[in-house]
């Protein structure tokens, strides 16, 4: 990479978090090649329509209000002519109650999967890290796989007389779900709990009302969501009940305002000075110009080390598609996500980001305070720090030896991301940068970015599998099950 882009030109801030490009080794006239590209696909009228509640997820025929539920302005937000405002206040004061309301609670159970997991882990994880922040120290426990492994490994701590467990599920028939919900009711019941504290201990986040109230769950401890949010939207919504049970609710506030400060830039910035849209337009020229099919998130924040995985889901899941929404073939989507916490991540995969055969951009995300009030922590974060801005420079510049295998090919592209700290209100607009991203990128590439359609499939094969398990006969192929299939179901059923 021989000429890096003016420093001055390459940084762009917004909600105090600083983009820095300088690396992705894009000239000023590609940049204006790009910026009129985005005007072409019409992503500026892309953005007004889904801040006005337009039907953008086209297959479905809805909105993505998700910034609705950080709308804290509370300024009116319109969906076929009615305001969303007043159902999504109503929630947060709710939240507000129930964390007043909540005394001698030692244990949460959260259950969910996918969207309904991934959110709330990254920010109670994230949050824990933040020095002197008010805890309510409850144990929260993650219960989405449904590997009776982890849920093992949950009840086998959680005290179950001062236990409350939070089921969540948009359609309330999440098979993983209501598995594991099934299965911590029935360790209550073992427990010798009765049917009022079992009553008082369930609560649900649904769109499916009744289905919550048929398992058992009273009106009261019902949280509403809506089919204008995605899952993987949803962290915003009562899914983050955690996030405000145990830091507090000014701290979910906090939360929620950076993820709307995040919003409002998205919404009303130039595409020149547009963190979410300079991003998204950055990867597509990588695509365009190295080819690259997958672009790793490091987070030199051990803090973060979640936030990958949430990343995974936003962007494969919403952009993973090989059709359009006119419904024909596209030329790019979703590459792979990866990534862990640095510096771990340099003493495991970096030797192929540095020397590998296929080049793989980088979002480097910093934080300019330490996470930590220990004595060591201004001199370990300034190693921290040093790390990353070396990583960064070595993957553009490359070393020229006369060994081969001391020679870095460098022109790896990669962005910086930098928070000043690590609190509520910057995870949130972190999250609402990268939700951003993710809305631009399918508008750019012309996909939805609000369906998954693709996620479906393998749970339908998965019943008639399911069903041949549980029988002791030999099973052949059939219309649901192939011969490969078929073999494996015999040998496991041997």
């Known amino acids: 990479m021989q000429n890096p882009e003016n420093t001055a030109a390459s940084t762009h801030i917004a909600v105090d978090l600083v983009l820095d490009t300088a690396y992705q080794n894009i000239s000023a006239p590609q940049w204006e090649k790009l910026f009129t590209l985005a005007r072409k696909s019409k992503l500026e009228e892309f953005i007004a329509d889904m801040f006005a509640g337009k039907h953008v997820n086209l297959s479905e025929d809805r909105p993505a209000l998700h910034s609705a539920l950080r709308n804290l302005s509370k300024l009116p937000v319109m969906l076929d002519g009615k305001d969303v405002m007043p159902a999504v206040t109503d929630v947060w004061r709710r939240i507000e109650a129930l964390c007043n309301k909540w005394v001698g609670v030692t244990d ?253 951009p980088i979002d480097f995300i910093a934080v300019r305070k330490p996470m930590s009030d220990r004595p060591e922590a201004v001199a370990h974060h300034r190693i921290l720090l040093s790390n990353c801005l070396a990583q960064a420079q070595a993957l553009a510049h490359g070393k020229k030896a006369e060994n081969p295998n001391d020679v870095y090919p460098g022109n790896r592209p990669s962005n910086l991301i930098l928070l000043p700290e690590l609190n509520a209100f910057y995870l949130g607009a972190l999250l609402a940068l990268y939700e951003n991203r993710a809305a631009s990128l399918g508008a750019l590439w012309n996909i939805n970015s609000f369906d998954q359609p693709g996620v479906e499939y393998g749970k339908v094969l998965a019943k008639p599998i399911e069903k041949a398990l549980l029988g002791d006969s030999h099973v052949e192929a059939n219309d649901n099950i192939d011969a490969v299939t078929a073999a494996r179901i015999n040998l496991l059923n041997s």
């Open 108 to 360: 949460v159970i959260h259950i969910g999967i996918g969207g309904s997991d991934f959110g709330p882990r990254l920010a109670i994880e994230a949050l824990a890290h933040v020095p002197g922040i008010e805890s309510r120290g409850m144990r929260m426990h993650f219960l989405a796989n449904i590997d009776t492994a982890e849920l093992a490994r949950i009840l086998d701590r959680a005290q179950p007389n001062s236990t409350r467990v939070i089921i969540v599920s948009k359609s309330f028939t999440t098979l993983e779900t209501t598995m594991n919900a099934k299965a911590v009711v029935n360790w209550l019941k073992d427990k010798d709990c009765t049917k009022g504290q079992i009553a008082n201990s369930l609560y649900a986040v649904t769109a499916n009302v009744s289905a919550a109230r048929e398992f058992g769950i009273e009106q009261d401890n019902i949280f509403p969501f809506w089919d204008w949010v995605g899952g993987r939207y949803s962290v915003w919504s009562a899914v983050g009940l955690p996030i405000a049970l145990q830091y507090g609710f000014k701290n979910f506030e906090k939360f929620l305002a950076g993820a709307h400060a995040m919003d409002l830039h998205f919404k009303n910035a130039p595409l020149e000075q547009n963190l979410p849209v300079i991003m998204s337009l950055a990867l597509l020229h990588q695509q365009e110009t190295l080819g690259i099919k997958a672009y790793a998130a490091i987070p030199y924040a051990d803090a973060l080390d979640w936030f990958p995985k949430w990343l995974q889901q936003l962007d494969m899941e919403s952009n993973g598609k090989s059709i359009d929404r006119d419904g024909k073939p596209v030329k790019h989507s979703s590459p792979v996500v990866f990534g862990s916490a640095g510096s771990n991540a340099q003493h495991s995969y970096f030797q192929l980001l540095h020397q590998g055969s296929d080049v793989v």
